[in-house]
């Protein structure tokens, strides 16, 4: 079988056990003219452990934009280049994307291989919420950023996934507890089909205790999921109304609101509607 030309096939591969490859990746990496590669000697290694030897086109977040012309002119002269990162699916938090827009505005072919992906395959085994789940990468560096952008995502109802580095995971399980509620069911996926693969969940508080208890579970690469934040009618339990009910006789609402969000992990938005209807009840008993 002959493969079309000029074409860019954009190719999973393993992002660590090296039989998750697929056949087909392997079949499409053998027969193009080019490999562009996030890191030409991280691939290249992976290319000689099978046995292939193509001309490496490196293209990182630092030349990308730079290659785009060229990669565009080999296709146009019928050449075809595989595309493919480090490490997965090309383009989820990895270079990829100024490249394959602008292919498909000139109409050329742009073609997905799929196979591995850590953030599918956290969500797989998480035990979390699948239907409905929103991607955000990486979070701020820095923890006043990244704190206001958890700030922001405290309310989301969908199962929240984040990349997070090896030196900045206890920090970021620590910004989430402030930020989204220490009772927020998470887990952290860790090492996936490494050798020291680790899936743990429990409370975000739970997980942050966990993580600072052995050195040994700060290293690696992590992905980071929790679970949506509760809707309104979620929030409206008999045991939140209870605690509501009893800070409100003590504190101001917001006040009330803030420190049983923080209990219980619950959206502030959500228990700011309750606390109002409680206090109406209240209203009306003391009448």
């Known amino acids: 079988m002959t493969l079309s030309s000029g074409t860019l096939y954009v190719v999973a591969t393993p992002i660590g056990n090296l039989e998750d490859i697929t056949l087909r990746a392997l079949r499409i990496l053998r027969e193009v003219d080019y490999i562009a590669a996030e890191d030409t000697r991280h691939t290249g290694q992976l290319l000689r452990h099978f046995e292939i030897d193509k001309p490496l086109l490196s293209l990182h977040e630092h030349n ?21 990162s480090d490490a997965g699916t090309p383009l989820i938090s ?20 799929p196979g591995p992906s850590s953030v599918l395959a956290a969500l797989s085994v998480a035990g979390l919420p699948t239907d409905r789940f929103v991607f955000e990468g990486f979070l701020p ?47 952290i996926a860790r090492e996936l089909t490494k050798r020291f693969e680790d899936v743990h969940g429990a409370t975000l508080a739970e997980l942050a ?3 600072s208890a052995d050195p040994n579970r700060n290293k690696g690469e992590f992905v980071v999921l929790v679970q949506g934040a509760p809707s309104a009618t979620e929030a409206d339990t008999p045991e939140t109304r209870r605690l509501l009910t009893a800070l409100l006789a003590e504190l101001p609402t917001s006040r009330a609101v803030v420190v049983v969000a923080k209990l219980t992990g619950l959206p502030k938005r959500a228990l700011y509607d309750l606390a109002i209807t409680l206090n109406g009840s209240l209203a009306m008993a003391n009448d």
């Open 94 to 113: 990895d270079p990829g994307f100024p490249l394959v827009r602008e292919l498909r505005q000139r109409k050329l072919s742009v073609v997905p291989i």
């Open 64 to 84: 990308e934009r730079n290659r785009v012309a060229q990669i565009a002119e080999l296709l146009a002269q019928g050449k075809n280049v595989a595309l493919v």
């Open 209 to 211: 205790g966990w993580l």
């Open 141 to 187: 560096a820095k923890s006043t950023a990244r704190r206001e952008r958890l700030r922001a995502l405290a309310g989301e109802q969908r199962t929240l996934i984040f990349f997070e580095s090896s030196h900045r995971v206890s920090d970021c399980l620590a910004d989430m507890v402030t930020e989204i509620g220490g009772e927020r069911l998470a887990v």
